[in-house]
């Protein structure tokens, strides 16, 4: 499974927007890139997946440039409770074992 | 509708004592998983069972830790004699069969305290 680089850490302001990078240079053809959310004392929550170009949901948007070997994620206007531990996992299936990192812990401040 | 569920929440035990992690799926999920997670990393894999069948063990990090899943639902996580390496979160997960997205839905995790 592709290994993924992203920052161990960042803080932003309430109503601000906050984008998140990943790399994933080894990232196979039929990888996909997905992002999960984990608050304190609860386990990982699914928020985002992609494969190529643009991803918006209710929660984010996940961009991925042509040659895939990055993605950000966006997060519109992040609030106090958006603070939280992000992961960014690339592979296939949801029938195979999820890789995390040691994720990006975002700070939101008032 | 019920997530993922996961019992005790928290378990302290002295070392050398067994213990006994329970794991409710979402129902009708055919995909179980076990992750460990020590504080400020992301979590590891343990084992991952289809239905009742254990197809992937790989994670397990020694012969003291075992996983079943007898009737294909509810799984339990078996450590004996642990010992204080083994104090972590262990979270369980379940997915759709088929399912093409990495979606898995996690529970709330078991705290576990070696002393």
């Known amino acids: ?110 | 509708g019920a997530g993922v569920s996961q019992s005790p929440r928290y378990k302290v035990a002295k070392r050398g004592q067994d213990v006994a992690l329970r794991c409710d799926p979402i129902s009708g999920h055919v995909s179980l998983f076990w992750y460990q997670q020590a504080l400020g990393q992301g979590p590891e894999f343990l084992t991952y069972f289809q239905n009742e069948a254990q197809l992937d063990k790989s994670g397990l990090p020694s012969d003291r830790f075992f996983a079943e899943r007898p009737e294909g639902s509810v799984s339990t996580l078996k450590i004996q004699r642990t010992q204080q390496e083994d104090s972590a979160v262990y979270l369980c997960a379940s997915s759709h069969r088929g399912g093409s997205r990495n979606e898995q839905f996690f529970g709330p995790g078991t705290r576990l305290t070696v002393l």
């Not at chain 1, 998140?20 to 996909?32: F, G, K, P």
């Open chain 1, 1 to 110: 499974l592709a290994k993924t680089t992203q920052p161990i850490s960042m803080d932003s302001y309430e109503g601000q927007e906050v984008n998140i990078t990943c790399s994933h240079n080894n990232i196979a053809t039929n990888d996909y890139i997905t992002w999960y959310q984990q608050f304190p004392s609860q386990g990982p929550r699914f928020i985002i997946q992609g494969y190529k170009t643009k991803v918006t949901n209710e929660v984010a948007s996940l961009f991925i440039p042509a040659d895939r070997k990055s993605s950000t994620l966006s997060l519109p206007r992040v609030s106090l409770s958006d603070t939280a531990v992000y992961y960014c996992l690339v592979g296939f299936s949801g029938n195979t074992p999820l890789v995390f990192g040691k994720g990006t812990r975002l700070s939101v401040i008032a």
